[in-house]
């Protein structure tokens, strides 16, 4: 098997996960690892049903995992549930992967930006007693939360997997690559912004970001796409 296809990553598929299935069966790749945004219209497995036993399917959560009841049920409470890489770091295919789903909320924490709540626990705390909520709105589920970044901070791995993109796009975010710095990562894939760019930060940190329905390898060869052009950025 080649070294680079042995961990393979889907861009955003938006309910289509034929280009997935393809890379999977034509390159036979250890694991699999999805940057989110599914529109789930049944349970995750049943949607990698073809693939399921041919290799370990790992994932982080989009934005738009949260936009429904079902489309979250159909991901939090699937049978590849525990398949959730976020604020973690797994071991995959002797890989340390770290991982970092939902988005930047500007109700919770948007940097640059001081964060307007400290955590969970913090917002929940705050609310009124009339409208007090227990549990989180999908909205606030979705959210990075400034505490659980900065645990994820003091983790180490080689490579972080985000929905969110870092600073070498224009619609980035530098706490991503001071994450990435700090965890000691060297190749950062991301989605969300349905676009195959490879880019650097900090001069040594690769990023490559992965399009709706493309799959890459750990070299960022793009191996399924809608789109074959690549840009590269500095
Ligand atoms: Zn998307």
Not at 105 to 133: A, E, T
Not at 194 to 212: C, L, S
Not at 225 to 230: F, K
Request: with cysteine; charged share 20%.
């Amino acid at each position: 098997m080649n070294q680079h296809s042995r961990i393979l990553f889907a861009g955003d598929p938006h309910g289509n996960f034929k280009p997935l299935i393809a890379a999977v069966h034509k390159y036979q790749p250890e694991a699999v690892i999805l940057l989110g945004d599914y529109d789930l219209e049944m349970p995750l497995e049943s949607c990698l049903q073809e693939i399921v036993n041919l290799t370990e399917i790992w994932w982080i959560a989009g934005n738009y995992d949260f936009e429904s009841p079902e489309k979250y049920n159909n991901l939090f409470h699937s049978a590849l549930s525990d398949k959730d890489l976020h604020l973690k770091v797994t071991k995959i295919a002797g890989l340390r992967v770290a991982g970092l789903g939902g988005i930047f909320l500007g109700r919770v924490w948007y940097p640059p930006q001081q964060p307007k709540w400290l955590g969970k626990q913090h917002y929940l705390y705050n609310q009124s007693v009339n409208i007090k909520r227990f549990d989180l709105s999908l909205k606030y589920k979705s959210a990075i939360w400034h505490d659980e970044f900065e645990i994820l901070k003091t983790l180490k791995a080689d490579i972080l997997v985000t929905h969110e993109a870092p600073g070498s796009h224009r619609y980035g975010f530098k706490a991503i690559d001071e994450l990435a710095i700090a965890m000691g990562v060297k190749n950062i894939f991301h989605g969300h912004l349905h676009e195959n760019y490879i880019g650097t930060i900090n001069k040594k940190i690769n990023v490559f970001g992965v399009a709706k329905n493309a799959v890459v390898d750990l070299g960022g060869n793009t191996l399924e796409s809608d789109n074959q052009a690549i840009q590269y950025l500095v």
